[in-house]
């Protein structure tokens, strides 16, 4: 066995904007020793190629760039000693020991941890995973690769662009492409809504004039050694290709938009639930998955739309990963489950230990369609644990409710039921 | 008599908002439904202004480019001509958030600050 | 460049390959040409990764010998190249009486063609050997001599082990045509878009380019077109995938859509076989890629498209008319040998090899073995299948095998750097991603890919904007933003 092994009361995986808050927060909770282990050469995550503003006005009241929002965090780290092992690669976990397996180029590293906080975010879906047929020429990319390429690496990936996918990775590089010299020919959204915010859409596309296509998607890349155009087509309510509709657009580049997935192989390497709906770890109001002592926080769990909200609910897991650590954390032998109703997608937190609850717990979800005019309620059986109005709801922004701890810890058993229901339903 | 349709980006209802003048001054504006909303559509008509955040060649960084972005929003039409002021641009050290890398750029009173460091 | 030499090969496919490395054993001069910027050709990179048994080749033909020779011969030719290497067997699965009889006709066609192993398996025995197929089969046909492999480290084997022992590779380099002797039309040189190599002997083992480079000796009773196979490649792991290659019955031109476990245990699903006239094309298309995954689910109900990494599509060198294989001198031109038409070259590579060096010494070519011949070859150490000591060992000796750059398949710094600069070398993208599998997994390349290109760029001192994805005009990047 090498002798590298270290030992920690709290150690965060990933120091993205959801580790970097576990971590501080951890350390406020009175963990004495806590470390960041993360793969890049340095901290910040993916907040560090995000050089567009529209961070922090939550959390700080400020609208900051990626870069700086996450500066915030690792001066704090910096200030309260939280160690940093950078270039560093969490490979597995052994989740029985807590024991995180990872190496740099010093060697094989174990740190053994009274409790993990998995924060590793997320990777962008690929073009072979919505199997868009035709040739595999260079030239196409993820949105975020080009960003990496474009913010980190200072290449322009192209000249001529077709972004598929309305999310707003794809939104942003659109502005940030064009503003680079390169010419973005357009938009394609396979959905017959915008699946990023609309404040993307005026400021990134119709600023510039770049032509967005709704219920469209790609049909075809053509290309032998680079792209050289691509074919669209207009689809159907299930969003099949309707023959007949196709056109094409020379470009040289295809940059995919079209969803992220929590990045969860070194959490299934320690044997944590996963819930197969978000593909992120099952937790409960304290952020801890169902193996003990190991907590999830930020896009690992679900995809967030507001880095703000990343803190605020890393913070939670911090704050639970000390305690537990210290082995002040609440218990409970109840759990109740909290699923997802009508109109819902997912819930995060996916269970709560009724008995154990010490504060106000928000529940995270995303809707399924968008909607006007809905109430949302919570119900454990006949008891109505929330409920409340709104305009609008669409599955591009995170919702949530909050409940009381105290109405939580007088559960006794059934499941917590959070339904959308549109106005002409609840009749 | 100029007229601009706006989208306002405030809040999710994305009030469609039309606002008529004669380019410098607004005559009429319907649509919104909300003071902020009217404050957006007025300022999108009169002298729509955008924040501007990219990067700057960098001397002396771990990186070959660092992050920068404007210290307010610059006028939208300047936009352009700024980026080829950025383009000429190098950052050198001592590198700190909110150090400026060009001052009052093309005279708008704007300051194009770093934001990493 | 080197311009002379005593024996050409045209084309670093599987063929070319091996031919490279049997011929090395002897004291010869010999050049490996190669149009693409990496070895592997068209069809040899992009397959099945299957080591056929020679069971179902026409009786009594050379493809057959070659073809069940080889197969014999890989487990030990694939130890001493450390190329990984599984003899899975092959189930043919019948879905009807009807299919149940033709199996009877292959069984007997195996026997006789010398796979006294072949099978049959009863309906139960079939769901017992893989709990995943289809409850409505009712029988199938064991092949056990059936084997997968790694291609690519195949391939590098052959070629690394060649150069190793003083073959000359030559990459990016396109044969246009065979000179000979205007009097009696033998072979003087070859002229290539990098100049003329004079030499004795050309083997042509350039498959779908074949019968291009024939012409130019004016014997050519054929034509190559190009058959496209689409492929799809599902996860690893995954709890339905089969541990046999799984096949229906063949069709009169190919053997079908397979499920073939690959040896990183992945599931590879398809091919299709579609007749095209662009031999570069190599597009799937919507219609086909479904019509593959209908097909596959007749024998595996649970494969899902939701389980895919990726599509590919692979061109074979199909030849017309379909005779046994062409592995020949010609009569009228000394100096010329072909080795063309063979439909799986993979397969028969080793024993293609022999053969083309036993018609090289009825040819008379002096053929005097090298004493020194070295026999064996190491791969490249993957950190990926290293222990927590061997990593902790290799990276305390060099510190760039800690620097891990692909995440999904756990390909580390030092790999890339050795990839680069061992035997023929990796010098794009692709050619990364295929000797070490950086840019093969779940992400495809989303976050091994700026990472890849800055290596290349450093350890081939070109700048970022030259590195291609695989040949010239495929560059990964447009432009340098701030300069």
């Excluded at chain 1, 155009?229 to 938009?257: H, M, N, Y």
């Excluded at chain 1, 305690?323 to 909290?338: H, M, P, Q, R, Y």
């Amino acid at each position: 066995m090498s002798n590298s092994e270290y030992k920690y009361d709290v150690a965060v995986i990933g120091a993205g904007p959801a580790g970097l808050a576990a971590a501080l927060a951890a350390k406020k909770e009175g963990a004495e020793k806590v470390v960041l282990i993360e793969r890049d050469f340095r901290p910040g995550g993916i907040l560090e190629q995000c050089v567009h503003t529209g961070f922090g006005l939550k959390y700080f009241g400020e609208e900051l760039s990626g870069p700086e929002y996450a500066y915030r965090f690792i001066k704090k780290c910096e200030d309260k000693r939280i160690e940093m092992m950078l270039n560093t690669m969490a490979l597995n976990i052994d989740g029985a020991n807590r024991v995180i397996h990872a190496v740099n180029q010093n060697g094989a590293v174990q740190i053994k941890a009274g409790a993990i906080v998995l924060s590793m975010g997320c990777r962008e879906r690929t073009r072979a995973q919505i199997v868009i047929p035709g040739s595999r020429p260079a030239g196409i990319y993820t949105a975020g690769t080009a960003q990496r390429f474009c913010n980190v690496q200072n290449h322009i990936v192209g000249r001529e662009i077709v972004i598929v996918g309305s999310g707003d990775i794809g939104m942003i590089m659109a502005r940030r492409m064009t503003l680079e010299g390169a010419k973005v020919k357009a938009v394609v959204e396979v959905m017959p809504y915008l699946a990023g915010l609309t404040r993307n859409r005026v400021q990134c596309l119709d600023d510039f004039g770049i032509p967005l296509y709704l219920s469209h998607t790609v049909v075809n890349i053509e290309g032998k050694r680079r792209v050289n155009r691509v074919t669209v087509a207009k689809v159907d309510e299930g969003r099949q290709p309707i023959k007949g509709t196709e056109f094409d657009i020379d470009c040289d580049t295809v940059l995919l938009s079209v969803g992220l997935i929590p990045e969860n192989e070194v959490s299934k390497s320690a044997g944590v639930e996963l819930d197969p709906v978000t593909k992120g770890p099952l937790v409960d109001q304290n952020m801890m998955t169902r193996t003990p002592g190991i907590f999830a926080c930020g896009n690992v769990v679900h995809v967030n739309d507001l880095v703000d909200n990343v803190s605020t609910e890393s913070e939670i897991a911090g704050d639970s990963a000390a305690k537990f650590a210290k082995g002040t954390l609440k218990g409970a032998d109840n759990e109740i489950s909290v699923k997802p109703g009508t109109l819902v997608r997912y819930m995060v937190p996916r269970f709560i230990e009724a008995g154990g609850v010490e504060r106000e717990t928000k529940m995270y979800f995303r809707v399924t369609e968008p909607a006007k005019n809905v109430t949302i309620e919570a119900k454990n059986g006949e008891e109505t644990l929330y409920h409340s109005r709104k305009k609008f709801v669409n599955p591009g922004e995170i919702e949530h409710i909050q409940i009381a701890a105290d109405q939580l810890n007088r559960l006794k058993g059934g499941d917590i039921v959070v339904n959308v229901i549109k106005d002409e339903e609840a009749r | 008599m100029i007229g601009k349709e706006v989208i306002c980006v405030i809040c999710p209802s994305s009030c469609h908002i039309s606002v008529k003048g004669d380019g410098k001054t607004i005559s009429e504006i319907t649509g919104f439904t909300c003071k902020r909303g009217k404050e957006y559509a007025e300022n999108e008509y009169i002298a729509p202004k955008r924040s501007l955040a990219t990067t700057v060649k960098a001397e002396g960084y771990s990186c070959p480019i660092i992050s920068v972005r404007s210290n307010k929003p610059l006028p939208k039409e300047k936009i352009t001509d700024a980026m080829e002021v950025i383009r000429q641009a190098v950052a050198k050290p001592p590198f700190y958030v909110g150090k400026p890398v060009i001052e009052n750029i093309l005279d708008t009173g704007v300051d194009i600050v770093l934001t990493n460091q | 460049m080197k311009n002379e030499a005593d024996i050409v090969i045209v084309g670093a496919g599987a063929i070319g390959s091996a031919i490279a490395r049997e011929l090395s054993r002897y004291d010869l001069d010999v050049i490996l040409v190669e149009r693409n910027e990496d070895i592997g050709g068209y069809a040899s990179k992009c397959n099945s990764a299957t080591l056929c048994s020679g069971h179902d080749a026409p009786l009594n033909s050379l493809e057959t010998r070659l073809t069940s020779a080889s197969n014999r011969a890989y487990e030990e030719i694939c130890k001493k190249l450390d190329v990984s290497y599984k003899r899975t067997g092959m189930i043919y699965v019948a879905h009807n009486e009807e299919e149940l009889v033709r199996l009877r006709a292959i069984k007997k066609k195996a026997i006789l063609n010398g796979e006294y192993n072949a099978e049959t398996l009863s309906k139960e025995k079939v769901h017992e050997l893989e709990p995943s197929i289809n409850p409505d089969i009712v029988g199938g046909l064991l092949i056990p001599n059936e084997a997968i492999v790694d291609v690519m480290e195949l391939l590098l084997a052959f070629v690394e082990n060649a150069m190793d022992n003083g073959v000359t590779l030559m990459l990016e380099t396109k044969v246009t045509g065979i000179n000979t002797d205007p009097v009696d039309h033998h072979v003087v040189s070859v002229s290539t878009d990098k100049g003329d190599i004079k030499c004795k002997f050309v083997i042509n083992a350039a498959a779908i380019y074949a019968d291009a480079l024939a012409k130019s000796v004016g014997f050519c009773d054929y034509y190559n077109y190009p058959r496209t196979g689409q492929f799809y490649v599902l996860d690893k792991n995954l709890p339905y995938a089969p541990k046999h290659i799984v096949v229906p019955l063949p069709t009169p031109i190919s053997r079908g859509r397979l499920l073939t476990p690959s040896i990183e245990g992945n599931l590879l699903v398809g091919p299709s076989a579609d007749n095209m006239t662009d031999r570069e094309d190599t597009k799937t298309d919507k219609e086909t890629l479904d019509s593959i995954l209908k097909d596959c689910r007749k024998m595996i109900p649970a494969i899902s498209p939701m389980d895919s990494v990726t599509q590919f599509c692979g061109v074979r060198p199909a030849i017309y008319p379909k005779t046994d294989w062409r592995i020949r001198a010609i009569d009228g031109c000394k100096g010329y040998i072909e080795a063309v038409g063979i439909n799986q070259g993979i397969s028969g590579a080793p024993g293609v090899a022999k053969y083309v060096a036993e018609i090289l010494d009825d040819e008379g070519l002096e053929m005097i073995e090298k004493k020194n011949w070295i026999s064996e070859r190491k791969a490249i150490r993957r950190f990926a299948k290293m222990t927590e000591e061997e990593r902790d060992a290799v990276i305390r000796e060099n510190p760039k095998f800690g620097n891990i750059i692909c995440r999904c398949e756990t390909v580390s710094e030092g790999e890339i750097i050795e990839a680069i600069h061992k035997g023929p070398g990796a010098r794009s993208v692709d050619a990364i991603k295929r000797r070490l599998r950086a840019g093969m997994g779940r992400c495809q390349g989303g976050f091994c890919g700026p990472r890849v290109v800055e290596i290349l760029a450093r350890e081939l001192n070109v700048s970022p904007e030259e590195i291609c994805k695989n040949e010239k005009g495929s560059e990964m990047l447009a432009r340098e933003n701030r300069k």
